[in-house]
């Protein structure tokens, strides 16, 4: 597993710039590196996606309606190509440029430590993502506007956290502050220019804006024991229930920055062919469907269950990490409504 | 880096029908690359993926034994909906194919050294034993184990698996060979019925032996079952599963039973393991 | 009294009496300007049902997969659904309890987002026809008839036209001006802009399918875009994978859409994917004089043929 190199207090100075010059920052990134940024999609969607210049950022928002996973393991991504028969021909992996993502939150930054345990663990290694993983540098804007279902808190990452990110940056109000994390961050926010030292008075504004932002994540859920709970109740009736109303989409683990699970499919015209890699879910019953006929998850019940036990045991289990960074977008978009944080609260109350 | 998603290419030397019904055929394939060759060392009970361009991949399990260099020998039942294993069955000898692996953990021979074998198949689950069955017979490795025994199910004679090789070991005496059928056949001189009834009757010793159980997913329930009623140790009967695999390797997230990915963690399990992991079969 | 007191009282009678196994309905977990669907089977049970211009799921998308008898409330575009699957034998008559509800339109939350331009709704109070919404910077009173979903605004059919207990009086029928309005400045365009259009809307989706499940009227067991064998359509997002999709599926709906707006609301990146469907609609009424789901033993236009169908399209 990656372990981020950390750099020394004495060298983390914060630098600072006026929020109408943030541009020209992204506009000096953008010369040397591929740069991907919040972008209005629409009147209620940001979404990350490639700024070509300053101004296409849009750094007013509460988050991203898609997590940041698919900029390192994409929604559909080619394996490999060939021609008839012939050997698989893998392309150049590693991005024609370095890449920045500008403006990543702390839960999504933390969301990237827990697929790397799963894409960089200690057996098999996934180029497609690490080679794009390390030629990412990421800066995270502290979240000061949590929603109504955000709940980082529980799962210790908090709209302030520092962790699992190259450069910390800040909205002030009128100004950014920037904090380097990382050697590779401190690198660049060095090179970038027309950044000031930051005043003294700003790591206690940086305080107070955290406790606020903190203030603002008003939902909790108690996780302590869920991993033992879940291992317990494998064969619960409780089960039999909670599936009931669940449609069987793909929105909570799409729209989920942990859910990494995925498909391998052959695609080919004539001649010329691709394997390529595409999201897949859990909830899905072709998710399991064998060629046989046979579904070892057969209805939402098993599968509902399996996406509960991935997320609070399983990964616990091989990771030692709860695969949840408490973004909320799961209940956010759920179509029917469901509530991850009432069904595990459900799920701790049951006897 | 090493990008466990690319294929070594293999061709297909050899491919012959297995049984009456028609949908099991056996692939004998040798790698294009000797290099691929050199490096591809498996145990007995592991897996590959094969996959042709443009149609896709599965996994199916190594049939042959790991002392034979020659060929890397796999059994494939066509399902009307298998893409692959239909776009398989279609394949002529010489045709190019992918192959990537070994993949899984394979049997604990070392484990099972010095015990009695007892080795339980039904249907086309047969591969990785006849793999196994291969490898504790060969000379080298025979005088490591006790009393082996095969015991063998088949909905009838025509769909009996690897016929010459039953035949081959019948003549020998170091193995004691058991074949049942479904529904009594004019002329069978074997046993009829279920394996599990017929495994029950037969009632092999749990002294010091470990026994090795594949087959479809009720032939495994029912004579894990019977097993522990003959007072086999839970950590004595292993088992091989299956479940829909994409990536082999732990990632794509499918497979698991419990907390384990069968591509990565198994297919080999005991049934100790299975309890812990809430489940017998998934 | 109140229809949700009334629907209450239904439900209570349906589970006390046996008559049903389970009364399908909306309940309030606490989440603002949200319901969530709940299956009740225990007449005490009966109280968490609520009734509410947040009553958006269309619940006929519950039945088909079904083998006990279930009372399901529905809304006019809701029972034209259940007339659908009736009439496709996908569920029996005798095993669905229509608990009928006249509806004045349901709020498309997404619009109240809009509205106050992405503001975080943390808690929403509704009285009579106005909606008390608060975040933790604003205070807004809203008018529920401002928000409803587009589909509710050219509603022709707001009164169940099934069922077997009606909750509350007929409404009277809505003035609808320019149902078709988006629809006609979208076939007045040049084909440049509209591919322009949908490639825009469609670039949008991530194959998440929640159109599909949430649809009632998309049943099949397994839907094409599932199957691989043939593969008819690819898996990936590029727009010519999303579109054939999308396409697809508008096409298996013509003649058997209700425009109940299920598949959009449940859109998590708002794709206008009611454009398609609305405008097979509209075909399917101006060619066939058709509309889906209005009466029982009524088959689909592109069912059966009649000698005197349009022809016209025959070159």
Redesign the interface.
């Known amino acids: 597993m990656r372990t981020t190199p950390r750099i020394l207090s004495s060298e983390k100075i914060m630098k600072t710039i006026k929020k109408d010059k943030i541009n020209t920052v992204l506009d000096f990134l953008i010369k040397k590196y591929q740069v991907f940024g919040p972008v209005q999609?629409?009147?209620?969607?940001v979404d990350f996606g490639r700024i070509q210049n300053g101004a296409q950022a849009c750094l007013e928002f509460?988050n991203t309606?898609?997590p940041a996973k698919k900029l390192f393991f994409p929604?559909?991504e080619t394996?490999?190509s060939?021609t008839?028969?012939?050997?698989?021909q893998?392309s150049e992996l590693k991005p024609e440029k370095p890449r920045i993502i500008f403006g990543m939150r702390p839960c999504d930054a933390k969301s990237l430590s827990l697929l790397d345990a799963?894409?960089d663990g200690p057996?098999?290694?996934?180029?497609?993502y690490?080679v794009k993983r390390k030629n990412t540098t990421i800066f995270t804007l502290a979240c000061r506007?949590p929603?109504?279902n955000c709940f980082c808190d529980s799962l210790g990452i908090g709209p302030f956290s520092k962790k699992d990110t190259d450069v910390f940056m800040a909205d002030l109000g009128d100004r950014y502050v920037f904090e380097p994390i990382t050697p590779g961050g401190a690198d660049i926010l060095n090179k970038i220019p027309g950044l000031e030292n930051a005043r003294p008075t700003d790591a206690e504004r940086l305080k107070n804006l955290r406790s606020e932002a903190e203030s603002?994540v008003?939902r909790k859920v108690d996780l302590d024991n869920l991993p033992e709970k879940l291992?317990r109740i494998?064969?619960h009736p409780f089960w039999d229930?909670i599936h009931?109303?669940c449609?069987?989409?793909?929105?909570c683990t799409?729209?989920c920055p942990t859910c990494?699970?995925?498909?391998?499919?052959?695609?080919?015209k004539d001649d010329k062919?691709r394997?390529?890699?595409?999201w897949?879910?859990?909830s899905?019953?072709?998710?399991?469907?064998?060629?046989?006929?046979?579904n070892?998850?057969a209805t939402g019940k098993e599968r509902m269950r399996?996406r509960l036990?991935?997320k609070f045991?399983?990964?616990v289990?091989?990771y030692g990490e709860i695969a949840c960074v408490g973004c909320g977008r799961c209940?956010n978009?759920c179509?029917?409504?469901?509530?991850l944080i009432?069904e595990i609260e459900n799920i701790n109350n049951l006897k | 880096?090493?990008?466990?998603?690319?294929?070594m290419?293999v061709k297909l030397k050899a491919v012959r029908l297995e049984n009456e019904t028609g949908d099991l055929k056996t692939f004998d394939l040798v790698f294009?690359n000797s290099g691929d060759a050199e490096n591809f060392k498996f145990v007995c009970g592991q897996f590959a993926m094969l996959?042709?361009?443009?149609?896709?991949?599965?996994p199916f399990g190594i049939a042959s034994s790991p002392l034979t260099k020659e060929v890397l020998r796999f059994t494939v039942?066509k399902?009307p909906?298998?893409?692959?294993?239909t776009a398989l069955h279609n394949l002529s000898e010489g045709?190019?194919?992918?192959l990537r692996g070994p993949l899984g953990n394979g049997f604990p021979l070392e484990k099972m050294t010095s015990k009695n074998l007892l080795v339980v198949g039904g249907g086309f689950a047969l591969t990785t034993l006849r793999a196994l069955t291969k490898y504790v017979l060969h000379e080298k490795n025979r005088p490591h184990y006790g009393d082996i025994t095969l015991f063998v199910a088949a909905r009838d004679p025509g769909e009996m698996l690897y016929k010459d090789d039953l035949a081959e070991w019948s003549k020998r005496n170091d193995i004691e060979i058991v074949q049942t059928i479904d529904k009594p056949v004019e002329d069978w001189p074997h046993k009829v019925g279920f394996a599990a009834p017929v495994l029950k009757d037969l009632a092999p010793s749990a002294q010091n032996t470990t026994a090795v159980v594949c087959g479809p997913?009720i032939m495994i329930e029912t004579c894990i079952k019977v097993l522990a009623g003959l007072h086999f140790p839970d950590e004595e009967i292993i088992t091989s599963l299956e479940?829909?695999m994409?990536?082999g390797?732990?990632?794509?997230?499918?497979?698991?039973i419990?907390?384990k990915y069968i591509c990565?963690d198994g297919p080999v399990f005991t049934y100790k393991q299975l309890k812990e992991l809430?489940s017998v079969?998934? | 009294m109140d229809l949700q007191t009334k629907l209450r009282q239904e439900a209570r009678k349906l589970l006390e009496e046996k008559l049903v196994d389970v009364v399908i309905g909306y309940e309030d977990?606490g989440?603002?300007l949200?319901?969530?669907?709940?299956?009740i089977t225990d007449p005490q049970d009966v109280d968490r049902l609520v009734w509410n211009p947040f009553c958006d799921?269309n619940l006929a998308?519950?039945l088909t997969a079904r083998k006990d008898k279930a009372a399901v409330v529905a809304k006019g575009c809701d029972t034209r659904a259940i007339v659908v699957l009736i009439n496709e034998n996908q569920i029996e008559r005798k095993n669905v309890n229509i608990l009928g509800m006249p509806c004045g339109g349901i709020v498309d939350r997404?619009k109240i987002?809009?509205h106050l331009k992405?503001g975080?709704?943390?808690e929403a109070v509704l009285k009579d026809k106005v909606i008390t919404v608060k975040g933790?910077e604003f205070t807004a009173d809203l008018m529920v008839d401002d928000f409803l979903a587009d589909c509710c605004l050219s509603c022709r059919h707001r009164n169940p036209v099934l069922c077997d207990v009606q909750i509350g009086e007929n409404l009277p029928p809505l003035d609808v001006k320019d149902e078709y309005k988006k629809i006609k400045q979208l076939e007045e365009s040049t084909s440049e802009e509209r591919w322009e259009y949908f490639r825009k809307t469609l670039s949008?989706c991530?194959?998440?399918?929640?159109c599909?499940?949430?649809c009632p009227l998309c049943y099949c067991q397994?839907c094409f875009t599932?199957q691989?064998f043939p593969?008819w359509v690819?898996?990936?997002?590029?727009i010519s994978d999303t579109i054939v999709f999308h396409i697809m599926r508008a096409f298996h709906t013509t003649g058997r859409c209700v425009d109940c707006g299920a598949c959009e609301?449940?859109c998590?990146?708002?794709v206008d994917i009611r454009m398609l469907t609305k405008k097979i609609a509209k075909d399917v009424k101006e060619l066939f004089g058709d509309e889906a789901g209005l009466q029982l033993e009524e088959k689909a236009p592109l069912s059966f043929y009649n000698e005197d169908d349009p022809q016209d399209f025959i070159k």
């Open positions: 999609k629409d009147d209620l969607v509460s309606n898609e929604q559909a394996l490999f060939y008839g028969s012939d050997a698989a893998v799963v894409f057996d098999y290694k996934d180029p497609y690490i506007r929603r109504s603002k008003a291992a494998f064969d229930g009931q109303k449609l069987g989409c793909g929105i799409y729209l990494h699970c995925f498909d391998i499919v052959d695609e080919q062919g394997r390529i890699r595409i897949d879910s859990c899905y019953p072709t998710f399991t469907l064998e060629a046989s006929g046979h070892p998850r399996q036990m991935h045991r399983y990964f289990e091989n209940i978009h179509p029917v409504g469901s509530d009432r | 880096m090493k990008n466990p998603y690319v294929p290419p294009v996959s042709i361009n443009g149609v896709g991949e599965a039942k399902y909906k298998g893409v692959l294993t045709s190019t194919l992918g997913p479940m829909k994409k990536c390797i732990g990632k794509c997230g499918r497979c698991n419990g907390s990565k809430n079969t998934v | 977990e989440a603002p949200r319901t969530t669907p709940c299956f799921h998308r519950y997404k987002y809009n992405n975080d709704v943390r933790l949008k991530i194959r998440c399918y929640a599909r499940e949430a397994q599932d691989n593969a690819g898996k990936t997002t590029d609301r449940s998590p990146n708002n």
